[in-house]
T-cell receptor, first 110, second 115 residues
Framework: RKEVEQDPGPFNVPEGATVAFNCTYS??????FFWYRQDCRKEPKLLMS???SGNEDGRFTAQLNRASQYISLLIRDSKLSDSATYLC???????????FGSGTRLLVRP | DADVTQTPRNRITKTGKRIMLECSQT?????MYWYRQDPGLGLRLIYY???????NKGEISDGYSVSRQAQAKFSLSLESAIPNQTALYFC??????????????FGPGTRLLVL
């Protein structure tokens, strides 16, 4: 079983749609959680950290459910520029060890 | 200028050749990492370093070696390249002391093809 599992997609949505991605992780000791964004053939970049209380950054909302070991990302009012792969990332046995999911691909069409 | 740079950006080599990938950073971070990314797989950690004298193996270090020449430079070597080392390689940095969950900053990647 992978340590971090994501639906690879692609999720193909029209502009303006709301789309949600989920991710599950296997290590109950993980302490920190993130969503990174990766454009095609580019480096991953931090999109947002995920906090237990849930957090929002503009059109993006992240939620964490520690009991179910589940992380989500909600994107509202999708833009063409949101087209990318979204990587779910959790820390391993140390804060500097990041465990990456294989990513969920999002395509936003006009 | 980019904070984390990698050279070369693309490289084609032959089986058995030695190759070095280089990473430099201007962020002043202590911690540096090398990852590889393969299609359908998440990024996997090859080696990491917390300072010039501290080098650690990651999840998939076999067939690789590293050198931390200075705080700002961390190079990855493939002593004898093999085709299954064909991948996209990323260098990353992070700053010690951020508390839980250090943000890592990635270089633009090196696309390596081993024939």
């Amino acid at each position: 079983r992978k340590e971090v599992e994501q639906d690879p997609g692609p999720f193909n949505v029209p502009e303006g749609a709301t789309v949600a991605f989920n991710c599950t992780y296997s290590n109950s000791a993980s302490q920190s959680f993130f969503w990174y964004r990766q454009d095609c053939r580019k480096e991953p970049k931090l999109l947002m950290s995920v906090y237990s209380s849930g957090n929002e950054d503009g059109r993006f909302t992240a939620q964490l459910n520690r009991a179910s070991q589940y992380i989500s990302l909600l994107i509202r009012d999708s833009k063409l520029s949101d087209s990318a792969t979204y990587l779910c990332v959790v820390t391993g046995d140390s804060s500097y060890k990041l465990i990456f999911g294989s990513g969920t691909r999002l395509l936003v069409r006009p | 200028d980019a904070d984390v740079t990698q050279t070369p950006r693309n490289r084609i080599t032959k089986t058995g050749k030695r190759i070095m990938l280089e990473c430099s950073q201007t962020k002043g971070h202590d911690r540096m990492y090398w990852y590889r990314q393969d299609p359908g797989l998440g990024l996997r950690l090859i080696y990491y370093s917390f300072d010039v004298k501290d080098i650690n193996k990651g999840e998939i270090s076999d067939g690789y070696s590293v050198s931390r020449q200075a705080q700002a430079k961390f190079s990855l070597s493939l002593e004898s390249a093999i085709p299954n080392q064909t991948a996209l390689y990323f260098c990353a940095t992070s700053d010690r002391g951020q508390g839980a969950g250090e943000t890592q900053y990635f270089g633009p990647g090196t696309r390596l093809l081993v024939l």
